[in-house]
Each structure stands twice: as structure tokens, then as C-alpha cells.
């Protein structure tokens, strides 16, 4: 099995619906587009995306979103070392279609006091059933390993929940570990890394905004 040395994940730059949540009453979301803002920050890390991968091959995975293909795009790699495939389980938290701003702001506060893994917005999704789709992406990505041309780098270009539910799928995390994470900022990258162990480890933490609180002892 050719596993990657690296497996690097990335939030799309700023969007629209980041700096107006009221766009989502006037566009859907998938549609959103970058800030001006949101490609200049995705421009920066395409610098040191570039200065990572070198002249190695790249294995692309991008969200179907306007934001995050726009994001990619501003990444400027070499279309003679990347292979690009849209992969819509690494598709933003479904919120329902046409968002009313005041009923997304309840909501919100619901899923704050009920849990964001487990509370369901209405005619969308929990956290948890993004878990069940990043989980079934990640079999698809583990079988991608077998073939044994397999580029040694892997870049995902997708959404800041499904960022942290992909290392806590990968890691085995549990929900109440889940849960005391923040999301990354705009254009913020995280990498798995390859060790000599042949373990994969996170180059640096995702923020915590309070300590985990589980119900039991898990390991």
C-alpha cells in the first residue's frame, strides 16, 4: 500500500456568507463565492502549499462549492502535478435550503445547547451524519492507497466541520473530544504526517474553547 506522506486539509478562504448571513436568504450555499479577503488568504497559503509539495504529485479532493473550488484555484499548483477530483462527501454541514437569518440564529443556539454533533438542523444535517458521509470518504481514500503509483501527497479543500471530523474519524476522537474544538479560521490548513513509526500525527492542535467533557472512560 503506497500510503501519502502527507494528508493535508484546508478550509476554503473567506465567503461571502462569512462576513453576511444574510446572503443565505438570496443564494444558496453551495453558490457562495470568496471575499476579495477570502482569495488573498488563499493565495498565502497556496505559497506554502506550494513550498510543502515542492515538484512532488498531489492527490486533490475539493468540496463542490463555488468557495472551495475558488479556493483551490487560488492555490495556483501545477496542473502537471495535481489530480483533481470533486468529492461531494467533503460538502459543507447541509442547513437546509433557502436560510431564514433569525431561524438559522435559533437554531444555532439550539445546536449550541444540545450539541453540534448530535443536534440536527431542520431539513439538513448533524454533525453526525457529516461524520457517517467523511467516514465513508475516508474507505474510499484508504483503497485509493492500494494502487502503487499513489502520488505521496493528498490535499482536501473542504469545510471547517468536516476538517475536525476527518482527524477525529482518522484519530478515533470521541464526541465529547469533538466537541471542545474549535473550527479553523479561513484558509487554515492542518497536516497528517507520515512518521517513522508509520503512524500519521496532526502537525499542530485545533484550538479548544473548553475542556472535553465525556460521559465515560473511552480510549
Known sequence: MARPRRIVLVRHGESTGNVDDTVYEREP?????LTDRGWQQAEETGK???EVFGRERVSVYVSPYRRT???LRA?????DLIRVREEPRLREQDWGNWQDRDDVRLQK???DAYGHFFYRFAQG???????????GFLESL??????????PNVLLVTHGLAMRLFCMRWFHWTVAEFESLSNPGNAEMRMLVLGDDGRYALDRPFERWRDPEPYGITG
Open 29 to 33: 450555499d453551495h453558490a457562495l463565492a
Open 48 to 50: 506554502r502549499l506550494r
Open 69 to 71: 473550488h475558488e479556493t
Open 75 to 79: 492555490f495556483h499548483l501545477d496542473p
Open 109 to 111: 443556539a439550539y445546536r
Open 125 to 135: 444535517e448533524s454533525g453526525a451524519d457529516v461524520y457517517d458521509r467523511v467516514g
Open 142 to 151: 484508504f483503497r485509493s492507497f492500494e494502487a502503487p503509483d499513489h502520488p
